[in-house]
């Protein structure tokens, strides 16, 4: 992939359709090249002397990609992935069941999985390829005499141009340990070389996984530098801000270790896209326009059903739906051409034609208009309503859209401002208001990029957008009380305080397609669902616990010394003498033996008189010592006092 796309979002860019959300999918194209050499098929010891598992890196690679498979299935069911070996001793390059592509072939390139949507079938064969089980074992023999690089990057070359020739966004990852593999022949380097080009210029994008082995370290210096382009293809000249170097993290003689490095790094290219909008104009002034791209970088995941399957016949079949719009009094099948949309005003409908309907949608042709700029001090941050949109250069409608991109991404970032634009995403989307706002890379600790640089801009809330937050009368707890609840919140944080939401999946999601994949694949049905969400109980209690009984020490405390700071109120006053002397010596029994017990007493007390449904028979007193001790307001009436009493057990 181009260090100048955003590689944490696939690069974007692809075929697109629009799926049944209404947002554009993109679709990808990844080949997966891997060296099947000897030392690529030599089990590697696991460096852990707990562990005395021992994995090939080639079979890592395969297993990697048979994850891949599996997940691309569920979140980009429109991708397509095919598995190139290199270095066998066989060669095979067309699909036995459709010879399409003639008596074409390649010396030790056998062409195991055809770039296509991947199926049920052909993720069962990978795993058996990846577990070496059954025939599988006869595809793994490496070849005796040196593979031709010019000849690996040719017949992915004729992959790609017949398979996926509309795609943009169509990628070759190589996995291999060898890093010099021609030596110092220079015609065959120059072949590659020359191959190498053809890729990019085709739009090909190639990706190196490079492998150690335990005598040395990979280098790229050596060959690929040669054939991994830096640089976008559609605009060679773009500023070096958007071509940093990515850090490649190069797996030890760890076959454990290989396999979750190729993992973690396929799966950072594997975030589901989604295009909101392409190549829309971004107007910085008059006559000074660039095209960019938008797209949602985060949205909900939810299971979608694409289709209707019919089980009614012989095999499983996909059902074609079909609407028929009818007539309540005749039933008679209704046109499209006889229905007309009308909205209610009052007692009255009022009817547009379709005509009129889109021209009162219509503010304009889609559009990022700046206005102005301010200081992004002066957006708040209550103003963040909506989520954002990351717009991205697009080279297609404007030549040198990434170098103005670029200029303006830096200059806002540099100075801390924002820009003010009048936003319109979609034909007949309604405008906005927007702050458009620079946003730097971010990567992990391993180099993996987690955001990629560009834009967002962030939909303003107009004033009926904006509520306001509702008067409450709580009391603040004490400060000693606040200091303690401090300690426990300090042992509960996650690592470096940052929290990651993509270590903590759906659980009712991921069981769903756990589910589906499991009858594709012919697997056992799991037990139970995975769920990561769950807290770590005894984690918490071991560092933690000390600290929450000490916080619920202080409570009582502070709730014995507010008992006693508390005004004991009368009513005595505002009665009689008759009245006052007939409830000092008359009281009952019951009722005095509740208010000795203390708080006990007061909440059976009460329990008892909800349960009986005459909370309002008890007094202010005993209503509010109640209210105190579960840390509700005593402000108001009795009535409201009452009120707050019932919300508490309908609560429970």
Known sequence: MADDA?????????????????YKSVKDAVLFAIDVSDSMLTPRPSSDPKKSVKESPASAALKSAYHLMQQRIISNPRDMIGVLLYGTQDSKFYNEDENSRGDLSYPHCYLFTDLDVPSADEVKGLRALAEDEGESRDILVPSKEPVSMANVLFCANQIFTSKAPNFTSRRLFIVTDNDNPHGENKSLRSAATVRAKDLYDLGVVIELFPISRPEYEFDTSKFYDDIIYKATPTDPDAPAYFQSERKVSTATGDGISLLNSLLSSVNSKSVPRRALFSNVTLEL????????????????????????????????????????????????????????????????????????????????????????????????????????????????????????????????????????????????????????????????????QKFPPGMWILPLPFADDVRQNPETSLNVAPEPLIDRMREVVQQLQ?????????????????????????????????????????????????????????????????????????????????????????????????????????????????????????????????????????????????????????????QK
Not at 6 to 22: A, Q, V
Request: net charge negative; hydrophobic share 35%; glycine share 8%.
């Open 6 to 22: 955003p590689r944490g979002d696939d690069s974007f860019e692809g075929e697109e359709e629009i799926d049944e959300t209404g």
């Open 285 to 448: 002034g008059p006559e000074f326009k660039i095209s960019v791209n938008g797209y949602l970088l985060f949205k909900r995941q939810e299971p979608a059903r694409s289709c209707y399957v019919w089980l009614g016949g012989e095999k499983p079949q996909i059902a074609k739906g079909v609407t028929t719009l009818t007539a309540d009094d005749t039933a008679r099948a209704v046109e499209k051409g006889e229905i007309r949309k009308a909205y209610k005003f009052g007692d009255e409908q009022i009817s547009f034609t379709p005509e009129e309907q889109q021209s009162l949608r219509n503010f304009g042709d889609p559009v990022i208009r700046i206005i102005g700029f301010k200081p992004i001090t002066a957006l708040p941050f209550w103003a963040n309503l909506k989520h954002p949109t990351f717009i991205y250069p697009s080279e297609e409608t404007y030549i040198g859209s990434t170098r103005v991109f670029s200029a303006l991404h830096q200059k806002l970032f540099k100075d801390s401002k924002m820009a003010l634009v009048w936003f319109i995403a979609r034909k007949n989307a309604a405008p906005v208001l927007a702050a458009m706002i620079a946003g730097p890379e971010k990567t992990d600790d391993q180099g993996t």
């Open 494 to 650: 996650l690592p470096k305080a940052v929290y990651d939401p993509t270590k903590y999946p759906n659980p009712s999601l991921q069981w769903h397609y756990r589910i589906l994949q499991a009858l594709a694949l012919d697997e056992d049905l799991p037990e139970q669902p995975e769920d990561k969400t769950v807290p770590k109980y005894r984690q918490i209690d071991k560092r933690a616990g000390e600290y929450v009984l000490a916080w619920s020490d202080e409570l009582e405390s502070q709730y014995n010394k507010i008992s006693a700071e508390a005004p004991k109120t009368s009513t005595l006053a505002k009665r009689g003498p008759r009245d006052r002397a007939a409830e000092e010596g008359a009281s009952k029994p019951a009722k005095r033996v509740k208010a000795e017990a203390g708080f006990g007493g007061v909440e059976d007390e009460v329990r008892l008189q909800y349960e009986k449904g005459a909370i309002s028979k008890l007094t202010l007193l005993v209503l509010k010592e109640f209210l105190v001790s579960h840390g509700r307001s005593t402000a108001g009436k009795k009535a409201d006092l009452v009120e707050r009493v019932e919300e508490f057990f309908e």
